[in-house]
């Protein structure tokens, strides 16, 4: 069973910086795209930002230059830096995977969000 967790959320000023983490754990072969999604209240989940194993990074135009996402291959872990926030960057943060399994499935999984609140 794979799962994704995220961790660092929280409630920060505007101007302020968080820094989300992504751990995926279980029967992992390898991941493939990995991306940070956001779902403010009343509106659609969006795309962020994502990565690829090989570490080519694209991001929604909303937060470039303030977010980056990394991620560390062998730990299996993803970030997200997230500086300058502002009050539209509120919502509930999804870390998304694509990973083959050890078992030779392909799927494309979710973590269960993490919230991040911007505001004085």
């Known amino acids: 069973q794979v799962q994704l967790v995220e961790a660092g959320g929280g409630v920060v000023q505007p101007g302020g910086s968080l820094r989300l983490s992504c751990a995926a754990s279980?029967?992992?072969?390898?991941?493939?795209?990995r991306g940070w999604y956001r779902q403010a209240p009343g509106k659609q989940r969006e795309l962020v930002a994502t990565?690829?194993?090989?570490?080519?990074?694209s991001y929604a135009d909303s937060v470039k230059g303030r977010f980056t996402i990394s991620r560390d291959n062998a730990k299996n872990m993803l970030y997200l830096q997230m500086n300058s926030l502002k009050p539209p960057d509120t919502a509930v943060y999804y870390c998304?995977?694509?990973?083959?399994?050890?078992?030779?499935?392909?799927?494309?999984?979710w973590g269960q969000g993490t919230q991040v609140i911007v505001s004085s």
């Open positions: 990565i690829s194993s090989g570490g080519s990074t």
């Open positions: 279980g029967n992992i072969r390898s991941i493939m795209v």
């Open positions: 998304n995977a694509i990973i083959s399994t050890d078992w030779g499935e392909q799927g494309n999984y």
